[in-house]
């Protein structure tokens, strides 16, 4: 798969096959382009829904205080925008939280199958494609906006089962996308092809040494060939020189050693997969990415919060037992200080050929499988959107009349210029985008 | 300008003592070139050497390829007589014709010639595409340890009473199953052990791939199931979830030919997820599960029965990254040369395997993440990882050079040997054949370690023969041939020899075999995959058989066929019946001359071809060299002369002057497959007229031999010295990858008189022909530095 995209971006270079593999540590194509801005789409998952009066903000419109739940977002305020009453009412195979996460990007029923949930019937994949692979083909089809790999999906403790409740992209029906959760994986696929050219100039010295050695001894017959050998490790050693590290607008990202994958260093894994992405933002490897805490039912003990029992436990209690729905609350905070994490890099990061900072042209959408946890309600999914990246009107909190979310997708893609009718199911994109998403302030 | 004929290195026909005194008396004349010259040469270079050069090397403006070719004095002598000189045929006719023919023969034509003017000798060479893979795979086994070898055909099979294969308590039954295709209906697999409802299914052990190429497998079921094919960590086809109507499942994967592969295939009847307990309460469903493949280029079959095993191998690294093909103009992969696109396969190839060692430390290593000595043992593992990559004893400097100077530029032990398996497998002393050796040593042992594992295997010295030659029990020719019969039992050797028999059949490609629809209805890619699988299983048979005889390939009187083919053919068997050996009429057919896979491919969509047929005959099993056609024609489509056979139709359209110099050897060896129409059946007549199947072959010593039908061929070539000659070449070459020559002109003679006196035993030959190149003289290769086989052909 790597292969053929640096074919095909090269080809569009008009560059030789022979400098293929050292060119991609060039500034991107995206440079070429500075009439129209870059936009950039995340969406962050988390499990199990939220406690919505430690969520919502109570007031409506422009003038809204957030609660405990999303208070980490406080300095970004002026660039968040809250929507309330986004319902998920597509129906069809599978439990709640089956189709909390598999329909939740896509906005189509699950296929039958053979996963067996809490209750319902059985289900298999996804029926269709989910919106950030809708936009990244949209992207990528269009020269201008096309990356090295148009969306990366990264994940965070992601159990290694591949089923309903661990996927929440899929390229079409089903087709899932396996979110990569180990950094040192996704480092390898960014930045893999550095660490080999870093390693190969190491050793040149050495081969070209040997090679003379060898050459003394044979007879002038066979010398020719390692002769030949020797120039080819000469014009290695040119290539390799010409393209180097320093040539990215930025360092490569330095992860640290040995970070194993466990429930104790879920906040150490958050920490390296944002720096991850921030890094392939800036080196313009892609315009979506996905970012999946666990899973649908994730069940993580999320020790450094004090919290003994599993996520997933946790979220059944009733309403009225006030420890628990004070460590939900907890729970969900510090998804909102990851999401404000990322918020804070993108600030911080200048635009790379632009102007402004990356916030100024991402939108995050911080979103989960279900409303609430012990009711699994699908009613007024947790949409949660920050950054600039989409021309919405930001700095508001909007509340809707249980609209379903389908028309929250479309109107994604439309903030991209991608002027799609419909998107999953059409009974349910009824209405269009939502408006009031662009409406002025 | 029509082209003669030309030798490739290597072939070189045995000569007569007449010839032989002629050629030495011929040779007196040109030590005193400074005197008269003899009447043949001067008849040369009156009316020859102006377009053919004073010594034979062509003109760039008439005729620029070199004078040299292996027809005898008397062909060549009956040639000149008709067609010499070009622009003016029919005045070096008789006498003269015969002395210049002497003369040429003698002074640079012949073989005998060529080797004297320019000597053959044994080239350095890098790893053919092919060793490069092999050797890497075994690289790795090498360090994993090759698993549980003992086995027997099919898969160990075990049964649970649960959906849960991973639950031991639940395993009620153990079998071997012979391949995997069930149909449980609504039933259980055993009625007293396990619930219809659920139940699950685990299938262990290894698949033998082969051929090497692209192989789709594929699994048709209505449950959840999930396929491992060699890595056991990641499935080749996860079907866990079922989702949809889909019960077809496929995963592709690259694999090299003649090794096992590690299979694991599970099947799961229930709901996944969590556990249904209304279940039982409603009748069982159907539940259905078949393993098939597709092998390359072939058709979709369930695995049979002959390809999977109980064995449990590890492992294997099977690389990739591609690389471009090796050059086989002369029939046989010359790996002499290079080019910057194989320069940067080994950097990708390299990075690769870099890669897949880092992130497998813990098994091949024994250098798990938490260990104390972790660096002190990556570096170990280093030195034992570049010895046997260089296949011979690290010397200190080598060590300095190679795996302490990488440790010693950085601080991560991970990374530093990342770098030292890129450096050793960029280093020469990996990529080339014997090279880094001392220079005193003529048969250096390890050199002789690596000429055995290469021939026999295509692949590095295992632990086995690397310890013999540190003891230097490499030394006489007992201890080499002991052990080359130990290394022969291998299945790589196998493999090596299997595919060399296929390419001496011309069949190593598998062609499209499409044949006219109104024709042949019955013909398709099923029986052409039937067919070629019962080549196969024949050559399986051969070589493994007590004798491995070399002239049942010529001689054999029977095919193996299953139901399909059998109805095809005219057999009766039943439909369904497995492939098994079938006796033929042996006046009919011979061997597998009159195979019908070979006949279907040596043939066009609705007639036979003579010329084909004649080519595969003359060229393989004759060694006779043919040159490409001189002028293009294009072949008379028969229903353009419906009245003709195809016997008359082939020799009306070659009939030309020019034509007839390889026609006239090539079309009467071909019409006596002329009973076979295109899709290999027997018939007595064609367009209402009897076939005529005789023939004719002129030795290269100038005898004629007649034939009719293709039994009195086959026994004339089993006989036929032309024919073991042939034969020990192209399995010399095709084992060792240099020319026969270069070894000394003894060695190609004795090995064909031991083919002889063991009675034709491939196996037999085989062991020689490696006996015979391993301990060599470095005094036949060291002759003068010119250049070989600037004339050779580009034989198919």
Same mark, same amino acid.
């Given at each position: 798969?790597?292969?053929?995209?640096?074919?095909?971006?090269?080809?569009?270079?008009?560059?030789?096959?022979a400098?293929?593999?050292?060119v991609l540590?060039?500034?991107?194509?995206?440079?070429?382009?500075?009439?129209?801005?870059?936009?950039?789409?995340?969406?962050?998952?988390?499990?199990n829904?939220?406690?919505p009066?430690?969520?919502?903000?109570?007031?409506?419109?422009?003038?809204?205080?957030?609660?405990?739940?999303?208070?980490?977002?406080?300095?970004?305020?002026?660039?968040?925008?809250?929507?309330?009453?986004?319902?998920?009412?597509?129906?069809?195979?599978?439990?709640?939280?089956?189709?909390?996460?598999?329909?939740?990007?896509?906005?189509?029923?699950?296929?039958?199958?053979?996963?067996?949930?809490?209750?319902?019937?059985?289900?298999?994949?996804?029926?269709?494609?989910?919106?950030?692979?809708?936009?990244?083909?949209?992207?990528?089809?269009?020269?201008?906006t096309?990356?090295?790999?148009?969306?990366?999906?990264?994940?965070?403790?992601?159990?290694?089962?591949?089923?309903?409740?661990?996927r929440?992209?899929?390229?079409?029906?089903?087709?899932?996308?396996?979110?990569?959760?180990?950094?040192?994986?996704?480092?390898?696929?960014?930045?893999?092809r550095?660490?080999?050219?870093e390693?190969?100039?190491?050793?040149?010295?050495?081969?070209?040494?040997?090679?003379?050695?060898?050459?003394?001894n044979?007879?002038?017959e066979?010398?020719?060939?390692?002769?030949?050998?020797?120039?080819f490790?000469?014009?290695?050693?040119?290539?390799?020189?010409?393209?180097?590290a320093?040539?990215?607008?930025?360092?490569?990202?330095?992860?640290?050693l040995?970070?194993?994958?466990?429930?104790?260093?879920?906040?150490?894994?958050?920490?390296?997969?944002?720096?991850?992405?921030?890094?392939?933002?800036?080196?313009?490897f892609?315009?979506?990415?996905?970012?999946?805490?666990?899973n649908?039912?994730?069940?993580?003990?999320?020790?450094w919060?004090?919290i003994?029992?599993?996520?997933?436990?946790?979220?059944?209690?009733?309403?009225?037992?006030?420890?628990?729905?004070?460590?939900?609350?907890?729970i969900?905070?510090?998804?909102?200080?990851?999401?404000?994490?990322?918020?804070?890099?993108?600030?911080?990061?200048?635009e790379?050929?632009?102007?402004?900072?990356?916030?100024?042209?991402?939108?995050?959408?911080?979103?989960?499988?279900?409303?609430?946890?012990?009711?699994?309600?699908?009613?007024?999914?947790?949409?949660?959107?920050?950054?600039?990246?989409l021309?919405?009107?930001?700095n508001?909190?909007?509340k809707?009349?249980?609209?379903?979310?389908?028309r929250?997708?479309?109107?994604?893609?439309?903030?991209?210029?991608?002027?799609?009718?419909?998107?999953?199911?059409?009974?349910?994109?009824?209405?269009?985008?939502?408006?009031?998403?662009?409406?002025?302030? | 300008?029509?082209?003669r004929f030309?030798?490739?290195?290597?072939?070189?026909?045995?000569?007569?003592?007449?010839?032989?005194?002629?050629?030495?008396?011929?040779?007196?004349?040109?030590?005193?070139?400074?005197?008269?010259?003899?009447?043949g040469?001067?008849?040369?270079r009156?009316?020859?050497?102006s377009?053919?050069?004073?010594?034979?090397?062509?003109?760039?403006k008439?005729y620029?390829?070199?004078?040299?070719?292996?027809?005898?004095?008397?062909?060549?002598?009956?040639?000149?007589?008709?067609?010499?000189?070009?622009?003016?045929?029919?005045?070096?006719?008789?006498?003269?014709?015969?002395?210049?023919s002497?003369?040429?023969?003698?002074?640079?034509?012949?073989?005998?010639?060529?080797?004297?003017?320019?000597?053959?000798?044994?080239?350095?060479?890098?790893?053919?595409?092919?060793?490069?893979?092999?050797?890497?795979?075994?690289?790795?086994?090498q360090?994993?340890?090759?698993?549980q070898?003992?086995?027997?055909?099919?898969?160990?099979?075990?049964?649970f009473?649960?959906?849960e294969?991973?639950?031991?308590?639940?395993?009620?039954? @153990?079998?071997v199953?012979?391949v995997?295709? /069930?149909?449980?209906? &609504?039933? $259980?697999?055993?009625? *007293? +052990?396990?619930?219809?409802?659920?139940?699950?299914?685990?299938?262990?052990?290894?698949?033998?791939?082969?051929?090497?190429g692209?192989?789709?497998?594929?699994?048709?079921?209505?449950?959840s199931?999930?396929?491992?094919?060699?890595?056991?960590?990641?499935?080749?086809?996860?079907?866990?979830v079922?989702?949809g109507?889909d019960?077809e499942h496929?995963?592709?994967?690259?694999?090299?030919?003649?090794?096992?592969y590690?299979?694991?295939l599970?099947?799961?009847?229930?709901?996944?997820?969590?556990?249904?307990?209304?279940?039982k309460?409603?009748?069982?469903?159907?539940?259905?599960?078949?393993?098939?493949?597709?092998?390359p280029q072939?058709?979709?079959?369930?695995?049979?029965?002959?390809?999977?095993?109980?064995a449990h191998?590890? @492992?294997s690294?099977?690389l990739?990254t591609? /690389?471009?093909?090796? &050059?086989? $103009?002369?029939?046989? *992969? +010359?790996?002499t040369?290079?080019?910057?696109?194989?320069?940067?396969a080994?950097?990708?190839?390299?990075?690769?395997?870099?890669?897949?060692?880092?992130?497998?430390?813990?098994?091949?290593a024994?250098?798990?993440?938490?260990?104390?000595?972790?660096?002190?043992?990556?570096?170990?593992?280093?030195?034992?990882?570049?010895?046997?990559?260089?296949?011979?004893?690290?010397?200190?400097?080598?060590?300095?050079?190679?795996?302490?100077?990488?440790?010693?530029?950085?601080?991560d032990?991970?990374?530093?040997?990342?770098?030292?398996?890129?450096?050793?497998?960029?280093?020469?002393r990996?990529?080339?054949?014997?090279?880094?050796?001392?220079?005193?040593?003529?048969?250096?042992?390890?050199?002789?370690?690596?000429?055995?594992?290469y021939?026999?295997?295509?692949?590095m010295?295992?632990?086995?023969?690397l310890q013999?030659?540190a003891?230097?029990?490499?030394?006489?020719?007992?201890?080499?041939?002991a052990?080359?019969?130990?290394?022969?039992?291998?299945?790589?050797a196998?493999?090596?020899?299997?595919?060399?028999?296929?390419?001496?059949?011309k069949?190593?490609?598998?062609?499209?075999?499409?044949?006219?629809?109104a024709?042949?209805?019955?013909?398709?890619?099923?029986?052409?995959h039937?067919?070629?699988?019962?080549?196969?299983?024949?050559?399986?048979?051969?070589?493994?058989?007590d004798?491995?005889?070399?002239?049942?390939?010529?001689?054999?009187?029977s095919v193996?066929?299953?139901?399909?083919?059998?109805?095809?053919?005219?057999?009766?068997?039943?439909?369904?019946?497995?492939f098994?050996?079938?006796?033929?009429?042996?006046?009919?057919?011979?061997?597998?001359?009159?195979?019908?896979y070979?006949?279907?491919?040596?043939?066009?969509?609705?007639?036979?071809?003579?010329?084909h047929?004649?080519?595969?005959?003359?060229?393989?099993?004759?060694?006779?060299?043919?040159?490409?056609?001189?002028?293009?024609?294009?072949?008379?489509?028969?229903?353009?002369?419906?009245?003709?056979?195809?016997r008359?139709?082939?020799?009306?359209?070659t009939?030309?002057?020019?034509?007839?110099?390889?026609?006239?050897m090539?079309?009467p060896?071909?019409?006596?497959?002329?009973?076979?129409?295109a899709v290999?059946?027997?018939?007595?007549d064609?367009n209402?007229?009897?076939v005529?199947?005789?023939?004719?072959?002129?030795?290269?010593?100038?005898?004629?031999?007649?034939?009719?039908?293709?039994?009195?061929?086959a026994?004339?070539?089993?006989e036929?010295?032309?024919?073991?000659?042939?034969f020990?070449?192209?399995?010399?070459?095709?084992?060792?990858?240099q020319?026969?020559?270069?070894?000394?002109?003894?060695?190609?003679?004795?090995?064909?008189?031991s083919?002889?006196?063991?009675?034709?035993?491939?196996?037999?030959?085989?062991?020689?022909?490696i006996?015979?190149?391993?301990?060599?003289?470095?005094?036949?290769?060291?002759q003068?530095?010119?250049?070989?086989?600037?004339?050779?052909?580009?034989?198919?």
């Amino acid at each position: 798969m790597f292969r053929t995209s640096r074919r095909e971006f090269l080809r569009d270079l008009g560059l030789s096959a022979a400098a293929l593999p050292f060119v991609l540590n060039l500034p991107s194509l995206g440079f070429a382009n500075q009439t129209a801005r870059k936009q950039r789409l995340i969406v962050i998952f988390s499990p199990n829904g939220v406690v919505p009066n430690t969520f919502w903000p109570d007031e409506e419109g422009a003038d809204f205080k957030l609660k405990e739940s999303l208070s980490p977002l406080e300095p970004f305020k002026n660039r968040l925008l809250s929507l309330y009453g986004v319902c998920d009412k597509v129906r069809g195979d599978g439990d709640s939280h089956m189709r909390g996460i598999g329909c939740l990007l896509t906005g189509c029923e699950l296929f039958p199958g053979n996963i067996q949930g809490g209750g319902d019937t059985p289900a298999g994949w996804s029926s269709g494609l989910s919106i950030d692979q809708e936009i990244k083909n949209f992207l990528q089809a269009n020269e201008a906006t096309r990356t090295r790999f148009g969306s990366l999906e990264f994940g965070v403790l992601v159990p290694e089962r591949a089923d309903t409740w661990t996927r929440m992209s899929y390229a079409g029906p089903n087709k899932p996308i396996t979110p990569i959760d180990d950094p040192y994986q996704m480092f390898s696929k960014l930045y893999g092809r550095l660490k080999d050219q870093e390693s190969l100039k190491s050793i040149l010295d050495e081969l070209q040494g040997d090679l003379q050695k060898l050459a003394a001894n044979i007879n002038a017959e066979d010398r020719r060939l390692l002769e030949e050998q020797t120039t080819f490790v000469r014009e290695m050693e040119l290539e390799l020189s010409s393209a180097s590290a320093k040539d990215m607008g930025h360092a490569v990202p330095q992860l640290e050693l040995n970070v194993k994958e466990s429930a104790e260093n879920m906040p150490k894994l958050s920490k390296m997969q944002i720096e991850l992405m921030i890094n392939s933002f800036q080196s313009d490897f892609a315009r979506v990415a996905t970012l999946q805490y666990t899973n649908s039912v994730g069940d993580t003990r999320m020790k450094w919060l004090d919290i003994e029992k599993g996520h997933h436990d946790l979220s059944h209690e009733g309403d009225d037992n006030q420890k628990a729905q004070e460590q939900l609350t907890r729970i969900n905070k510090w998804y909102a200080e990851q999401m404000a994490y990322l918020a804070k890099r993108l600030e911080e990061t200048p635009e790379p050929g632009g102007n402004g900072s990356m916030l100024d042209n991402t939108v995050i959408v911080w979103t989960n499988e279900l409303g609430k946890g012990n009711s699994h309600t699908l009613d007024d999914i947790p949409f949660v959107l920050l950054g600039n990246g989409l021309d919405f009107t930001m700095n508001r909190s909007l509340k809707f009349p249980k609209v379903p979310h389908n028309r929250l997708l479309m109107s994604l893609a439309h903030g991209f210029g991608h002027h799609i009718e419909r998107f999953g199911n059409p009974d349910y994109c009824a209405g269009g985008v939502l408006s009031e998403l662009t409406a002025k302030a | 300008m029509p082209q003669r004929f030309t030798t490739p290195a290597g072939l070189f026909a045995r000569w007569r003592v007449i010839p032989t005194l002629i050629c030495a008396t011929l040779l007196l004349p040109r030590l005193v070139q400074a005197e008269d010259p003899s009447p043949g040469e001067a008849i040369y270079r009156a009316k020859c050497a102006s377009c053919h050069g004073a010594a034979g090397e062509g003109t760039l403006k008439s005729y620029p390829n070199p004078l040299v070719g292996e027809r005898s004095i008397g062909e060549l002598t009956d040639y000149i007589s008709k067609t010499m000189p070009e622009d003016k045929p029919g005045t070096c006719v008789g006498d003269e014709a015969k002395l210049v023919s002497e003369y040429i023969y003698g002074a640079f034509y012949s073989p005998t010639a060529q080797a004297r003017n320019k000597p053959a000798r044994i080239e350095l060479s890098r790893l053919t595409v092919r060793q490069y893979r092999n050797t890497v795979a075994d690289l790795v086994s090498q360090l994993r340890g090759p698993g549980q070898v003992e086995n027997q055909p099919g898969l160990t099979g075990r049964y649970f009473k649960s959906r849960e294969v991973r639950n031991n308590n639940d395993r009620v039954l @153990e079998r071997v199953d012979p391949v995997v295709a /069930f149909n449980f209906e &609504d039933k $259980s697999p055993d009625e *007293e +052990k396990i619930d219809a409802h659920e139940f699950s299914i685990k299938w262990n052990g290894a698949v033998f791939a082969p051929d090497t190429g692209e192989y789709e497998f594929i699994i048709r079921t209505n449950h959840s199931t999930r396929l491992w094919i060699n890595d056991q960590r990641r499935p080749l086809v996860d079907a866990y979830v079922k989702s949809g109507k889909d019960n077809e499942h496929r995963g592709s994967i690259f694999l090299l030919g003649g090794r096992t592969y590690a299979l694991r295939l599970e099947f799961s009847k229930a709901k996944q997820g969590v556990n249904d307990k209304k279940a039982k309460e409603r009748p069982p469903e159907p539940a259905s599960i078949s393993l098939e493949w597709k092998r390359p280029q072939r058709v979709e079959e369930v695995i049979p029965n002959r390809y999977l095993t109980t064995a449990h191998p590890t @492992e294997s690294l099977v690389l990739k990254t591609p /690389f471009p093909p090796d &050059d086989r $103009s002369l029939g046989w *992969e +010359k790996a002499t040369t290079i080019s910057k696109e194989w320069d940067q396969a080994t950097t990708d190839a390299a990075i690769e395997v870099a890669d897949y060692v880092v992130g497998h430390l813990g098994d091949l290593a024994g250098a798990r993440r938490g260990d104390d000595d972790r660096p002190a043992k990556l570096k170990a593992f280093c030195r034992h990882w570049a010895e046997i990559a260089f296949r011979r004893p690290l010397t200190e400097d080598l060590q300095k050079a190679y795996v302490d100077g990488p440790f010693d530029k950085v601080n991560d032990p991970e990374l530093a040997v990342s770098r030292v398996v890129l450096l050793v497998l960029k280093s020469p002393r990996f990529l080339y054949r014997e090279i880094g050796s001392p220079a005193e040593s003529k048969n250096d042992p390890f050199d002789v370690a690596s000429r055995l594992s290469y021939g026999l295997w295509d692949s590095m010295p295992d632990a086995p023969l690397l310890q013999a030659a540190a003891k230097g029990e490499l030394a006489t020719r007992e201890q080499v041939v002991a052990q080359v019969q130990r290394m022969s039992k291998d299945l790589k050797a196998q493999a090596k020899l299997r595919e060399f028999l296929m390419r001496w059949l011309k069949i190593e490609r598998v062609p499209d075999l499409s044949k006219d629809a109104a024709q042949y209805p019955a013909f398709d890619a099923a029986i052409a995959h039937d067919l070629r699988s019962s080549v196969e299983i024949a050559l399986d048979e051969l070589l493994t058989s007590d004798g491995a005889d070399f002239r049942q390939l010529l001689l054999s009187d029977s095919v193996y066929l299953n139901g399909r083919l059998a109805k095809f053919y005219g057999i009766d068997l039943p439909i369904d019946a497995g492939f098994q050996k079938v006796s033929l009429d042996s006046n009919e057919r011979a061997g597998m001359m009159s195979h019908p896979y070979l006949l279907s491919d040596f043939a066009y969509s609705a007639s036979s071809s003579p010329i084909h047929r004649g080519i595969f005959i003359a060229r393989s099993v004759l060694g006779r060299t043919l040159r490409p056609p001189p002028e293009a024609v294009t072949p008379i489509p028969p229903h353009l002369a419906p009245d003709l056979t195809t016997r008359d139709r082939v020799s009306q359209q070659t009939k030309g002057e020019a034509c007839q110099s390889c026609h006239s050897m090539i079309n009467p060896l071909g019409f006596t497959l002329e009973h076979f129409d295109a899709v290999g059946r027997f018939r007595k007549d064609e367009n209402g007229k009897p076939v005529d199947s005789t023939g004719s072959y002129r030795t290269r010593q100038g005898d004629t031999v007649q034939f009719d039908g293709v039994r009195d061929l086959a026994k004339f070539l089993a006989e036929s010295q032309e024919t073991h000659s042939a034969f020990v070449d192209h399995l010399f070459h095709a084992m060792v990858k240099q020319p026969i020559r270069a070894y000394g002109p003894q060695t190609k003679e004795s090995l064909q008189k031991s083919f002889v006196s063991q009675n034709f035993n491939i196996r037999e030959l085989l062991v020689e022909s490696i006996t015979a190149s391993a301990l060599t003289t470095v005094d036949a290769n060291i002759q003068t530095a010119a250049k070989n086989d600037a004339g050779a052909t580009a034989e198919k």
